[in-house]
């Protein structure tokens, strides 16, 4: 590599001892001293591995510098699913429920946990449709078992868990995963008291063991301390906690379906119970319907929530007025609320009331003002007066009520 | 007249780690003080001198029985045996304990071994003649409503009904009985591994393909509302669109699809 002048060195060269003043020679010429300085350009230039179409530089010198348009030309030939032909093991996943068939985004969770768990010993995911019917293969599912005998939407905790056990009999997998929500955590119970194993309940993360094994943590003590276990064959994963599968799609290839199992059933009779959506605590409710200073007609008002099934809400000012109780006051100093749907009459947005919705799914906003902050914040915002939409709103729910459909 | 028996741990309060009433399982002692005609006994295993354990007490309870288990042991087979020499119809527990593990296994390892039949996340209790109605209590305000075969273990969560304060009179006149038992050590827990726990950084879907600067755009991009916006329209046509936005994102019974979201 040619090495460039380094003006400072031979300067330093030049210079002559003793004299107050620095005094440089101009006949003297000693060699360069010190460190070389590099070129950057010849550097550069070695390290550039094409030109077209775009430039590439691996600084790292690991890349060897290539005729441009080759990169191009050798192309493997896409893929467009992974198959695990012979796998060494299975893991079995237990999705839940989530109540309309359809798979879960913690479900989804689940199969990625499961398929980094196979992929680090060439395992096949297998996972237990106790539904039917979803893109389990593109949630990264190599193998699907169907259970024959059980009610698709019904709660029968018994029933799964012997769906469940049959799976684990057939399969002898290495590790089972359950999501811990409500009805997924109660069969992982049953399923851990029934074949007597530990189950690791809410695994939070996976991580390397200094032995080369899987551990995984899990908050224990309330919360305060990490607990950290070599991974058991019975794990039951935390909500959120693992990243969803992004790479190619699996096979997810039914396997033959398994019989139930025998259950035996001391839950007999199940059914949803219509609660009334003002006794749900604003913090848990699903609906709310909130109103503010611009709302003046508060019988129309609760007619409204009353014909959407929506939980009562409002800003403070409302509170203040006593047209609402104070435990349904929103924002910084009433309730911080995480419903999915936030339906907003009159409210103007001030900062303390918007942080009190910042978790809040969809929001709905009704205000005279166009420039109003809950309007800017919505998702469907409708400027228009709140008195005129709310009994037009109730009609319309009304007449689709008597007319059946429409 | 039924018999029940709470079973009762030592909480830990979540901010100071001070011991205190376990929540949940005042709540389940406050459902079960609450049944009408039944005898409830209490149980607790492990160290009968443990201050917290009077909380119980004032809330009514006139003995409280604690079977003498030495921290890290395992506290099931003492609490089977004792719940086997009573033979409760219900036994009432907490979903999760708040020291320890707190994994909430000791309730279904209990009905396993006594052949109980199990309900999680009640919220209600009432008891008939060999079968109970519980009301579970599910997230976002939902109930549910099953029936049960007596003997049972049901675990209680949060939208049990608030525990009474304790009295004090009554904490100091109730009175701990201490059994002594023999309890073996958790090997499972002595294996663990133990340390703080730190939060970690809230995980993000990485989007993959594009280039790098289109990944860089779809996670750093501020996601607003979708932003619909209608200026003045006729009531009616209000009407429309926030009736169709919320059928549309299932907040509101369609046409046609049955009980919504149930
Ligand atoms: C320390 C502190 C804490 C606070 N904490 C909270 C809190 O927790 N929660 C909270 O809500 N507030 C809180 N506030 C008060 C907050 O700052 C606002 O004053 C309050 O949120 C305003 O309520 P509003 O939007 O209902 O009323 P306004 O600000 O009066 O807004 C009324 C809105 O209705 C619109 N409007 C008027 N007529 C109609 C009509 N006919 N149809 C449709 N729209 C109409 C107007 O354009 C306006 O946008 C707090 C304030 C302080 C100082
Ligand atoms: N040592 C104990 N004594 C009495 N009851 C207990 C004990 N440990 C757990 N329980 C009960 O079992 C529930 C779940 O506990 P755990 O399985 O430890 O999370 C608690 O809420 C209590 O009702």
Redesign the pocket.
């Known amino acids: 590599m040619k090495m460039r002048r380094d003006p400072r060195s031979e300067r330093e060269a030049r210079r002559s001892t003793g004299g107050e003043r620095p005094r440089f020679s101009l006949m003297v010429l000693k060699p360069a001293v010190g460190r070389l300085r590099r070129s950057p350009r010849i550097v550069r230039q070695a390290a550039t591995v094409s030109i077209s179409p775009r430039l590439r530089i691996a600084w790292n010198g690991r890349v060897a510098p290539q005729a441009s348009g080759a990169v191009l030309a050798a192309r493997a030939p896409v893929e467009t699913m992974r198959v695990v032909a012979e796998p060494a093991f299975h893991v079995l996943v237990v999705p839940d429920t989530d109540g309309e068939g359809g798979l879960s985004e913690i479900d989804r969770q689940l199969i990625a946990a499961g398929r980094s768990l196979a992929d680090s010993g060439g395992g096949a995911v297998c996972a237990l449709a106790l539904q039917g019917g979803d893109d389990l293969g593109g949630a990264g599912a190599d193998r699907v078992i169907a259970v024959t005998g059980i009610e698709p939407l019904a709660y029968d905790p018994e029933g799964r868990t012997a769906a469940v056990l049959t799976a684990i009999a057939i399969l002898s997998p290495r590790h089972v995963l359950f999501a811990e929500t409500p009805d997924g955590s109660d069969i992982a119970r049953r399923v851990a008291a029934r074949l007597g194993e530990r189950l690791f309940a809410g695994a939070d993360a996976l991580e390397a063991g200094s032995d080369g094994d899987t551990r995984a943590l899990r908050r224990a003590q309330g919360g305060s301390l990490a607990q950290s276990a070599k991974l058991p064959r019975l794990v039951s994963i935390m909500p959120d906690a693992f990243p969803l599968h992004a790479g190619l799609p699996h096979e997810g290839r039914p396997l033959d379906e398994v019989p139930m199992g025998a259950a035996d059933r001391r839950i007999s009779a199940s059914r949803p119970l219509t609660v009334d959506p003002d006794t749900i605590a604003l913090e848990e409710a699903d609906f709310l319907l909130s109103g503010g200073n611009g709302v003046t007609d508060w019988q129309g008002f609760a007619d409204l929530a009353e014909a959407l099934g929506a939980t009562r809400a409002g800003s403070r000012v409302v509170c203040d007025q006593g047209h609402l109780p104070r435990e349904r006051q929103v924002g910084a100093s009433g309730t911080l609320v995480t419903a999915g749907c936030y339906f907003a009459l009159g409210i103007s947005g001030a900062p303390q009331h918007l942080q009190g919705i910042t978790r809040v799914g969809h929001v709905v906003a009704v205000n005279t003002d166009l420039h109003a902050e809950m309007i800017k914040r919505a998702d469907l915002a409708i400027v228009a007066d709140a008195q005129a939409v709310m009994p037009a709103l109730i009609r319309l729910l009304a007449e689709r009520k008597g007319g059946g459909d429409d | 007249m039924i018999r029940v028996a709470a ?3 030592i909480g830990r309060h979540p901010a100071s780690g001070r011991a205190r009433r ?1 929540g ?2 005042a709540r ?1 002692l406050e459902l079960a003080l609450r049944m009408p005609n039944a005898e409830v006994r209490a ?4 160290d009968p001198h443990a201050a917290s354990l009077r909380d119980y007490l004032g809330m009514g309870l006139e003995t409280l029985n604690v079977l003498n ?1 030495a921290p890290g042991c395992d ?1 099931v087979p003492a ?1 089977v045996e004792a719940l086997r020499g009573v033979g409760p119809d219900l036994i009432i ?5 708040e020291a ?8 279904y390892l209990i009905a396993e071994a006594l052949g109980h039949a199990v309900v999680c996340d009640a919220a209600a209790i009432e008891c008939a003649s060999g079968t109970a109605r519980v009301v579970q209590g599910l997230p976002r305000g939902r109930r549910r409503e099953v029936v049960v075969t007596l003997p049972a273990v049901v675990l209680v969560n949060s939208a049990a009904p608030a525990a009474r304060a304790p009295a004090f009179a009554r904490a100091r006149r109730g009175r701990i009985v201490p059994h002594p038992v023999e309890a073996r050590e958790d090997a499972f827990l002595a294996a663990c591994e133990m340390r703080p726990w730190r939060a970690r950084p809230k995980r993000m879907a990485v989007p993959s393909g594009g280039s790098a600067q289109e990944r860089m755009k779809a996670l750093t991009e501020a996601k607003a509302g979708e932003g619909r916006l209608l200026v003045n329209p006729v009531p009616e046509e209000a009407a429309r669109a926030v009736r169709d936005y919320l059928v549309e994102k299932r907040f509101l019974r369609g046409a046609g699809d049955g009980d919504g979201r149930g």
């Open positions: 079973l009762l741990s376990a949940l399982d389940g149980f607790h295993a492990g288990v506290p609490l527990c907490g979903m999760r304990a320890g593990e707190g994994s909430g296994m000791v309730p």
